[in-house]
């Protein structure tokens, strides 16, 4: 068994379900844009946001049939607690100018929307094209903002998870699935 099969409660979505969807969002998000929204010779600009997204933002890049050029930005909001606080810090900025460009913001979940609301209203500020946001992850019911995302993985329900990039006190992030861990994991 795994490190971690002691740990987990039970899986939500499983390894095999992330890779279909994965196809599945690479499709849609390669015709939607291919269709007329891409000057020829530009590409779209993916926009990662470290660390969650990590997992999601090489597997989809790979998925797309469209010529992409990759940023990487560093927020935080939870720190090593499981709710998040509102308050949005950059780590990591984006390196070069955006301005005129069709940027995708790549997430791995969406739960209050605090930190990607925050981050699209930052985005629109340097003047892009366009920003749309494709979310592995996203818990419905529990936005406390309204965001318009556009392309959406699963919906899940309204537990703390870990995997596919998600952490719980940074770790877990390796796991290939996404799951609930046991609650005596939290208590230690
Ligand atoms: C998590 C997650 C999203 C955000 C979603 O990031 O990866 O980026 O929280 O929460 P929200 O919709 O309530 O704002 P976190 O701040 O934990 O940083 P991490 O990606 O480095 O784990
Ligand atoms: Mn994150
Ligand atoms: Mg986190």
Known sequence: DSWYA??????????????????????LVSADFAEGVLDSGDELLLVGVFKGAVMFMAD???????????????????GSSTTSSGTVRILKDIDSD????????????????????????????????SVS???????????????????????IPNEFVVG????????????PFVGVLKPEVYQK
């Open 6 to 27: 002691e740990e987990i409660e039970r899986t939500i979505i499983t390894e095999d379900e992330i890779r279909a969807k994965v196809a599945e969002l690479g499709a």
């Open 60 to 78: 989809f890049a790979r998925a797309l049939s469209v010529p992409v050029k990759m940023e990487f930005m560093a927020l935080s909001s939870y």
């Open 98 to 129: 955006v301005a005129g460009k069709h940027i995708l913001v790549v997430e791995d979940i969406i739960d209050s929307g605090l930190t990607l609301s925050w981050l699209l209203k930052y985005l629109e500020g340097l003047h892009p094209a």
């Open 133 to 155: 946001v494709v979310s592995m992850l996203r818990k419905p019911g529990v936005q406390r903002v309204d965001i318009p995302v556009k392309y959406v993985g699963f919906d």
């Open 164 to 175: 596919y990039g998600l952490d719980y006190a940074e770790r877990y992030r390796e796991l």
